[in-house]
């Protein structure tokens, strides 16, 4: 799994497989997460967050799980398609800087998802 | 919509050299944000802005200036290149915290490949 600070983790799936990525983060203080996914040669997109009060949000195909008590996050995708394929980031958010309302993002190193056709 | 474009998509420069990394977004957000992206890393903040007129240091501010005049622009320079300078620029932009689902949302331009020599 990934973990902020860490080199770069492979997962390789089938098509039809559910994945599950994994990030460790080290902030307690975080108090919001969020995954996001980079296609080769494009930036990265939002895919789902989810608050420090919650310990599961679904989206379509996605599913975030987070564990404050052990600092853990997951991102699992169902039915994994090869369009799944990419860099996928975890990012947490800790308390605002600058006198402004949003935090600071730190983002993970980020983990490769391969999908076999 | 664009979204957020950057130009340009590729740049070569000998060391010593400068440049500027133009950004634009149509989404009328107030945070703008610069970030590099290194191999087998992922994404650090340079430098950010919060509003018209206003600009930040991030995690990694040396050797970048950035101005934020209009609100859609946000420019990043560098006065005088280096090969540690070598990496990915990514440009992004969100809007300020208004509610949960746009909290930390990011939407980045697809990257300018840099290559100090």
């Known amino acids: 799994g990934e973990s902020v600070g860490l080199h770069l983790p492979t997962l390789s799936v089938q098509e039809g497989d559910n994945s599950i990525i994994n990030c460790a983060y080290s902030?307690?203080?975080?108090?919001?997460f969020i995954w996001y996914k980079q296609e080769s040669g494009k930036g990265p997109q939002f895919i789902i967050d989810?608050?420090?009060?919650?310990d599961k949000r679904q989206g379509q195909r996605v599913t975030v799980l987070l564990n404050k008590t052990v600092k853990h996050l997951s991102l699992q995708i169902a039915a994994t398609q090869p369009g799944d394929s990419a860099v996928y980031f975890c990012?947490?958010?800790?308390?605002?800087?600058?006198?402004?309302?949003?935090?600071?993002?730190?983002f993970g190193q980020g983990t490769i998802l391969t999908v076999h056709p | 919509n664009a979204g957020v474009t950057q130009t340009p998509k590729f740049r070569v420069l000998k060391t010593g050299q400068s440049m500027t990394l133009l950004c634009a977004q149509d989404?009328?957000?107030?945070?703008m944000y610069w970030y590099r992206q290194d191999p087998g890393m992922g994404l650090r903040l340079i430098h950010y802005?919060?509003?018209?007129?206003?600009?930040a240091k991030g995690e990694v501010p040396d050797g970048y200036n950035v101005s934020r005049l209009k609100k859609q622009n946000f420019l990043l320079g560098l006065e005088s290149a280096a090969p540690s300078q070598t990496s990915v620029y990514f440009c992004?932009?969100?809007?300020?915290?208004?509610?949960?689902?746009?909290?930390?949302?990011?939407?980045f331009g697809s990257g300018t490949q840099l290559s100090v020599l």
């Open positions: 902030n307690s203080a975080s108090d919001y």
């Open positions: 989404m009328n957000h107030e945070y």
């Open positions: 802005s919060v509003g018209e007129g206003t600009t």
């Open positions: 992004a932009s969100s809007y300020s915290r208004i509610g949960f689902s746009n909290y930390g949302k990011l939407f």
């Open positions: 989810i608050r420090s009060n919650m």
């Open positions: 990012a947490e958010m800790n308390r605002p800087f600058g006198g402004t309302s949003y935090g600071k993002l730190t």
